[in-house]
């Protein structure tokens, strides 16, 4: 039989323990490690939605070189962009180390981007702040040098999926 708690000290409880979440600690940053053409990107985790193989995705004529085009992932249409591409890289040849990140769904798109493989977890503990230089990329959070020296640029997700240039696919 259920323990019988009366209104008074359920909410006493509860305001107990949402004041022990709000006193406990932010919890670190954690950050995904992603190869985009020759460039090491770091995605803030929450930013991200989940990581694919690569799926078939259906091209859309009359679209700009860097968009690949649309694919099912579980009933729902999303596409999928080559960022390497988009930034003005070469663009990603497609092998079995190739990923597509999903965008998180806090930012109201259904968008993949297109990787040449994943790299893992970072954290910001373990990189070292570069200072900043003349980047005109909105969508470039910051840059890093990790202990080896590799040079790391993070990517913020939500400067990316806003811009006017990102948006517009079309011819």
């Known amino acids: 039989m259920a323990k019988r708690v009366s209104l008074r000290e359920y909410q006493q409880s509860l305001v107990t323990r949402l004041r022990a979440v709000t006193d406990a600690p932010a919890a670190p940053i954690s950050l995904l490690g992603l190869q985009v053409g020759r460039d090491n990107w770091l995605v803030e985790l929450s930013d991200a939605g989940e990581v694919l193989p690569l799926p078939s995705f259906i091209p859309v004529p009359l679209t700009r070189s860097w968009y690949c085009g649309v694919a099912n992932v579980r ?97």
């Open 75 to 171: 009933g729902n249409l999303h596409s999928i962009v080559d960022l390497a591409a988009f930034i003005g890289d070469t663009p990603t040849q497609p092998t079995v180390d190739s990923r597509v990140l999903l965008v998180g769904q806090k930012f109201g798109v259904n968008c993949g981007i297109l990787v040449s493989r994943m790299l893992g977890l970072r954290k910001p503990g373990q990189l070292t702040r570069k200072e900043r230089t003349s980047i005109d990329r909105p969508w470039v959070k910051g840059q890093y040098l990790d202990d080896d020296g590799a040079l790391w640029t993070e990517l913020a997700m939500r400067e990316l999926v806003q811009h006017p240039d990102f948006l517009q696919v079309g011819l």
